[in-house]
């Protein structure tokens, strides 16, 4: 017997599955920009990264269909690269095991070969996800994964945790890591929202200062 009910929720599965289809690009599930870039602020910043060294990574191909936020997301990441005070070892500790406690393959991907271009060692790297059982990390390296592991899991950095980061890190320094962990926790989701595909070409940001 005819089930048009059946047929319509038949169709309309199919046609958000054909639309899905549709707008899946190469680097995401969002359609390409036009290569070379044609949006101004697409142009400059592209251009900019590849001065720095940088390569143009899908994070910011995939960001690009909303220029001027892209740039202003761009610009808090240089000034956590570029200016920051606190070493960027720590930041990337910090930025590791974020992105694993978000799930984000595409943070880690970029992230732990940017801490080997930083010579951070690479038997530390692998370890950061189960650094409680790890002997590899010092106490200022501990300290900063406790207060990650803190307000990465609902932000409720308890007193403790908190004196602990204070015995190493000043004021700057503490807004700084906490502004790169809130950062990367969004891109996080963000990059697995959008489906953003990590880099299998060795493309990575540009590296900043070690």
């Not at 309309?12 to 101004?40: E, K």
């Amino acid at each position: 017997m005819f089930n048009f009910k059946t047929l319509s929720r038949a169709l309309a599965v199919f046609l958000v599955a054909s639309l899905n289809l549709a707008w899946a690009g190469t680097y995401s599930r969002l359609p390409d920009l036009p290569d070379p870039a044609v949006d101004p602020i697409l142009k400059k910043e592209q251009e900019e990264r590849k001065a720095a060294g940088g390569s143009i990574i899908n994070l910011q191909l995939t960001t690009g269909h909303a220029p001027k936020i892209m740039i202003a997301t761009v610009g808090l990441a240089k000034a956590l690269r570029l200016d920051a005070q606190t070493p960027r070892y720590i930041r990337e500790v910090a930025i590791i095991r974020t992105a694993g406690v978000v799930g984000s393959a595409y943070e880690l991907n970029q992230h732990y070969a940017l801490a080997q271009a930083c010579h951070y060692p690479n038997d530390k790297i692998q370890a950061i996800q189960t650094w409680q059982t790890s002997a590899l990390f010092d106490e200022k390296e501990r300290a900063v994964l406790g207060y990650v592991e803190e307000m990465t899991h609902g932000g409720d950095v308890s007193d403790a945790t908190f004196d602990q980061l204070a015995k190493f890190f000043n004021t700057q320094e503490i807004v700084e890591i906490s502004l790169t962990i809130s950062n990367y926790y969004g891109n996080g989701l963000l990059t697995k929202a959008l489906r953003i595909k990590t880099e299998s070409d060795g493309r990575v940001t540009y590296p900043g200062k070690c």
